[in-house]
């Protein structure tokens, strides 16, 4: 079905909003891969926000949020319909009362986890070095080196489909093994906010650089990739699982497991989305077949199949 954004564009236009046509996501993710967005439009404000997801909505345009475009593998293809990419308010990292931290989904999680270094404030380390945003990892609880989003988060504000502004907190987050309430929704993060306790800054420092120097030393921090392709199996890690079925890499057109850390797919150059599924299938098949262990996906596919 062919998509009229005739009324998009208008709005796009009276809200002031920067808009792309047909942009390529590859500038746009970690991985380096994706076809063009019909619409790439740069949102600041949350009555921007509102405006376009109104248009949207009323003109069943498909849309999804963009932040810092990790963990996320777009087809090649594109994207049909708006990509909403977060920016200028949604980036505002400001302190609330009582130990709690205040940001904007766009937020970057190394600029909220120095901010509450710098205000020597604890809980936040574990997530020192994770690539995404502040939205990005509520959306999916990110987590690392024995901490998770689900630990430091209190409330989440979002925005409904219909423009209608919404929080949720506690249980309501409905937080599991990286998924929460809003994986597969369609209500939009807009700020986060988190519980955090006062704490050593020389301790919080020396915890932050200890986890980075060992993220640089196991991952390839030196090569495009979505982050961690695979969920953490029961009672396994699927990074070991594929090392010991020899896999590290192995390699189809552009993508390859990476010699590094094999829970890890980097782009060597060229790789396209259907070069990535390939060799995640073949991974899969490979540990299922010797070790009788179905490897899930953490990293999100999006776009036109």
Partial sequence: MELSYTLLDQAVQ????????????SRHTTFQ?????????????????????????????????????????????GIRGAVLFLSGDFKRVEAL????????????????????RDRE?????????IPGSVGGAAYMDAGAYGGEMRDVVERVHHLTPDGEEGSASGEELQFDYRKSRY?????????VEYRLKPGDPAQIGAQMEDLMNRRKTKQPYDMPSAGSVFKRPQGAFAAALIEECGLKGLRVGG????????GFIVNTGGATCSDVLALIREIQKIVFEKRGIRLETEVRMTGEE
């Fill in 255 to 262: 993508a390859q497991v990476s010699e590094k850390h094999a």
């Fill in 183 to 191: 994986t597969g929704g369609r209500d939009i993060i807009t700020f």
């Fill in 121 to 129: 404030l604890t809980g936040l380390e574990f997530a020192w070095g």
């Fill in 14 to 25: 009276t809200l002031g909003c920067p808009c792309a046509v047909q942009e390529p996501m």
């Fill in 97 to 116: 009362p009582d130990g709690r931290v205040r940001a904007g989904a766009a937020a970057s999680l190394a600029a909220v986890c120095a901010f509450a």
């Fill in 33 to 77: 891969i994706g076809g063009p967005a019909d619409r790439f439009i740069t949102v600041e404000t949350l009555a921007q926000l509102k405006g376009l997801v109104k248009v949207l909505t009323e003109n069943s345009l498909p849309y999804m949020l963009l932040g810092k475009g990790s963990n996320l593998l777009v087809s090649d293809k």
